[in-house]
């Protein structure tokens, strides 16, 4: 594995890019084939990558319409070629701002929906900006030239909030943090996302790569060559976001918050119905307490600090659900009772195996002396 910091592009490449004549073969076979052939969702983007050009935004040479596969005529691997690596959802497509280099991210959607009027909503002044404002910025909004009702949605590129995995308590309290204020901040808005869910929450994850990385082959360089070490988000702090505000509610000033609908992704929810109404508000708030249980409080050890508020964000009865300002006052009041050494504390699986455990700990014992030692020193 090859620390990020000492990743050096295409110079002097490894030799595990390179393969035998008789590899080489085999993968000239696959190619002709057509393993490694653009797939529907991937002609889509090709397809506009002239006009998304045009307007600004370069797509990687693999979506440019006379591309043919770089390893053709060489021995090089093609797991090891950046135009190798596919596309892995269809609706949004990587790209750099050709303006100033930000890679971003192209979401293709309905020219009309409600997600476009909540982003616009999200993005006027004053708001955009704002330090609680949590939802994923949109810089621009277009057309899409070859469908009417549709239109193109650029964003910062972000990369799924668990990815890297978290590796500290401290990590795990500023996530809390941070998507109650955004909820809270939301809600202070009269928006309700509807379906918060872990896969539409993502992080900036630039301070913790900060040479860049592969926007799909996410624990690459951006080459797709070398393998990269992550910093710990504990020594460098990210931003969380909330995105995809497909099926999310703006509320007029004074009007009830309480809808019908079964969609999200959460399914454990209590009282989605397509004839009853509930309060859209209490259903983020609920499936936010889901997430904090399955994927820490439940994953790992020593986050039961977090258990009364997560029983109170995941009561059967939305009535009995605390409102994201109350929960966040909740939050605040439990990370004051905790000790400032208990936040770099590692977290330690639950399904964890006991010389996995002591290996880890005295990895985590190691790594917190140095810390101590630098901060020492000086």
Request: charged share 25%.
């Amino acid at each position: 594995m090859l620390d990020h910091r000492s990743a050096n592009g295409n110079a002097n490449l490894p030799s595990y890019v390179f393969c035998s004549s008789e590899q080489s073969q085999h993968h000239a076979e696959e190619t002709r084939k057509g393993i490694y052939a653009l797939h529907p969702g991937e002609i889509f983007w090709r397809d506009r990558q002239p006009y998304l050009n045009d307007h600004g935004y370069a797509l990687r040479p693999r979506y440019h319409p006379d591309w043919s596969p770089s390893w053709e005529g060489t021995n090089m691997d093609p797991m090891f070629c950046e135009d190798s690596i596919a596309l892995r959802i269809n609706m949004v497509i990587d790209a750099t701002r050709k303006s100033d280099g930000l890679l971003v991210s192209i979401k293709t959607v309905k020219r009309d929906g409600e997600e476009v009027r909540i982003a616009n909503y999200l993005s006027r002044p004053g708001v955009s900006l704002h330090p609680l404002n949590r939802c994923v910025r949109v810089l621009d909004i277009f057309p899409d030239p070859f469908d009417q009702n549709a239109a193109f949605m650029a964003m910062p590129y972000l990369r799924p909030f668990d990815n890297p995995e978290f590796g500290a308590i401290g990590e795990v309290t500023e996530f809390v943090r941070q998507t109650l204020e955004g909820l809270s901040f939301l809600h202070g808005q009269r928006v309700a996302h509807r379906d918060c869910a872990a896969a539409n929450i993502m992080m900036d994850g630039a301070p913790l790569y900060p040479q860049g990385h592969h926007p799909v082959r996410r624990e690459s360089s951006p080459n797709g060559i070398y393998l990269l070490s992550p910093f710990s988000r504990l020594d460098h702090p990210v931003q969380y976001y909330f995105i995809d505000f497909g099926i999310s509610s703006l509320f007029e000033d004074g009007e009830s918050p309480y809808v019908v609908g079964r969609k999200g992704r959460d399914k454990e929810l209590p009282e989605l119905s397509d004839d009853i109404p509930y309060n859209a508000y209490k259903v983020d708030i609920f499936i936010l307490g889901n997430l904090f249980k399955k994927d820490f409080v439940q994953k790992y050890h020593g986050l039961e600090f977090l258990e009364p508020l997560v029983k109170a964000m995941t009561a059967r009865d939305p009535a009995h659900r605390p409102d994201a300002e109350v929960a966040l006052t909740v939050y605040h009041d439990i990370r004051r009772g905790l000790n400032p050494p208990l936040l770099r504390w590692r977290l330690r699986p639950r399904d964890e195996s006991a010389p996995e455990r002591i290996l880890y700990d005295s990895v985590a014992v190691a790594r917190e002396g140095i810390y101590r030692l630098k901060h020492i020193v000086g």
